[in-house]
């Protein structure tokens, strides 16, 4: 064999790494859910029934999901318009000049600043500004913990929707100018049709950002194993849950906690796929 | 022409835009929207650091970097006389290098194989389909993949939490970054380049090492400094797999602490409060350092 062909061999062996890592993951999760899913079965999806105590356990991951699902949501309906703006800021109104580079590097550093720091910036200043202001007795939520997530997931919806936005051609925006349209009017006409796909992508991509994050979320959710009633409610979620109660957890309890892990595996894979689905058919 | 006759049938006030009538003014109203919604984003990134910097440069002296963290009895004791916590987060410094010290070794490598890889055979259904597992991958909460790396390390090979543990599942997280950076700067590489080499009868792995590499370098460097600086603060991962430790430890098979570690222990003890400024200042000095650096590499190759 020539040394080609052993190099070639190499990178084949190197990229079987991949498929050895996803799919032992999936292996692995399924089983270790296996024996809460033969005690409660699909119950488990729709019970919000969750109780360790010894001899009369009960395991149902409803509240989890409601609680990932609602911070995630309404951290993207405020991270939306943020995100939005500085993409229009960054890639068409001021496209190129300093203060747009300025203002892309400060989101990069939005994306460089570690969960848990966001997290402790949420409890010891958002969260007693919340109370001051009269909001909540506590300040801990739904709301603060989306306040925060919003803030956590704008780098991943601005990145991709800056580039769809700066590549819309000139001639088309040029061609909509000429016949007297404002600027306000080529964006919405103009930019934001061709550069839809992109944006959209982005967005859901940065969904499934905010459906995984943990510390922040655990630091700000309160915690408590309740069915969240408004904005200002506390809660849980499936990730700050996994970490909550990983530590102590064990036998029927950390199977449920697997299965947990395991829900929120293909919610994250399904939300990514879609949006990587959008980008391919964009590309092509 | 046409154009003149259009012109020619309207009186000369139509033809001049009013400032001030509805469209012009939705226009700027936007405008101004828009400003101030960019303002309001990065607003926050200067709160945060600044209010890190406020509350957390007074902690920060020689003993902060070369001793390990006081006990709650110790910081209760000098909070309530007024002074500045005794003792540092050496063991979280020391541990964070270990974990991200074997999680590049075992990422890096790997990483730039199955870029290579990827990039060589770009066309294949195959490659296509690694492609999107790497994407999956990438797309994993870090909670999760902490679960996977317990289930992996913990249970199976170290029987306890452990540095190996740790840098698996931090390696896990690196890997997808570092094989799409790489991908990408390869295909940076003009064609002409590698096909002169190949011209002159270069066997592949010189190609590799002699072209490929030295020219994509610095893409490669910026995509490994981005990975590490993305590992660096993440902590629910760690929880699940390396726990903590009072003490430096520098055996594999045994619990390390992290900085981001020692952060969480800190917010749990309400003795520590003052620490955990300092703590997260420093961590965001190091990952914000990585950042800046690999942004000055990537700018020096255009």
């Given amino acids: 064999m020539n040394s080609d062909k052993i190099l070639k061999y190499i990178l084949f062996t190197a990229s079987l790494l991949i498929l050895l890592i996803s799919g032992g993951m999936v292996f692995s999760l399924v089983r270790g859910a296996m024996p809460s899913f033969h005690e409660f079965g699909w119950k488990f999806i729709i019970s919000s029934e969750w109780d360790p105590t010894q001899g009369r356990e009960q395991y149902g991951a409803l509240l989890f999901i409601v609680g990932t699902l609602l911070t995630s949501v309404l951290a993207l309906l405020i991270a939306v318009p943020l995100a939005f703006s500085t993409s229009l800021f960054v890639a068409e109104y001021f496209k190129n000049t300093r203060i747009a580079s300025v203002v892309s590097t400060m989101v990069d550093l939005l994306a460089g600043i570690p969960s848990i720091i966001f997290g402790l910036w949420g409890f010891y200043i958002l969260r007693p500004f919340i109370v001051s202001i009269g909001l909540s007795d506590q300040g801990y939520g739904i709301f603060t913990s989306g306040l925060i997530l919003a803030f956590m997931i704008i780098p991943y919806a601005t990145s991709l929707s800056n580039t769809s936005i700066s590549m819309v051609s000139n001639e088309l925006k040029e061609a909509a100018y000429s016949l007297g349209a404002t600027r306000l009017e080529v964006i919405w006409n103009v930019i934001l049709p061709n550069a839809r796909s992109g944006i959209t992508a982005s967005y859901i991509l940065a969904f499934g950002r905010a459906l995984g994050e943990t510390l922040a979320v655990t630091m700000l959710i309160g915690n408590s194993n309740r069915m969240p009633t408004g904005l200002f409610s506390t809660g849980n979620t499936m990730s700050s849950v996994i970490a909550n109660q990983f530590g102590e957890a064990s036998g029927l309890q950390l199977s449920s906690l697997i299965e947990i892990g395991l829900l929120l595996f293909v919610m994250t894979t399904i939300i990514n796929a879609v949006g990587k689905f959008i980008i391919k058919k964009l590309n092509r | ?302």
């Fill in chain 2, 1 to 302: 022409m046409n154009q003149t006759n259009i012109l020619a049938g309207k009186k000369v006030t139509e033809l001049i835009p009013d400032l001030f009538s509805g469209r012009k003014l939705k226009d700027r109203l936007f405008l101004i929207g828009i400003v101030i919604f960019s303002l309001l984003t990065i607003s926050m990134v200067v709160l945060i650091i600044g209010s890190m910097i406020l509350k957390g440069y007074h902690q920060i002296n020689w003993a902060f970097f070369t001793q390990s963290p006081p006990d709650t009895f110790q910081a209760m004791m000098a909070k309530m006389s007024g002074k500045t916590i005794p003792g540092g987060i050496i063991n979280g410094i020391t541990g964070s290098l270990y974990l991200v010290g074997i999680a590049s070794l075992i990422a890096i490598p790997f990483g730039v194989l199955i870029g290579i890889y990827l990039y060589e055979n770009s066309k294949k259904k195959y490659a296509g389909f690694i492609r999107d597992i790497t994407d999956v991958l990438q797309g994993v909460p870090s909670i999760v993949i902490g679960l996977i790396v317990y289930l992996w390390v913990v249970v199976e090979i170290t029987h306890g939490y452990s540095v190996l543990a740790g840098s698996v599942a931090l390696a896990i997280m690196m890997l997808p970054l570092i094989i799409r950076s790489t991908e990408e700067s390869l295909k940076m590489i003009p064609d002409t380049l590698k096909e002169a080499a190949i011209a002159l009868g270069t066997p592949y792995y010189k190609v590799v090492m002699r072209v490929l590499i030295p020219s994509s370098f610095s893409g490669l460097m910026t995509g490994i400094l981005l990975a590490i600086s993305r590992i660096l603060g993440e902590t629910a991962p760690l929880m699940l797999t390396t726990l903590g430790n009072p003490a430096i430890n520098w055996n594999i098979a045994k619990p390390v602490s992290a900085v981001p570690l020692l952060i969480w222990q800190f917010y749990n003890d309400p003795n520590m409060v003052d620490l955990i400024w300092s703590s997260s200042l420093f961590l965001m000095g190091f990952v914000l350092l990585l950042n800046i650096l690999s942004k000055w590499i990537a700018a020096r190759q255009k």
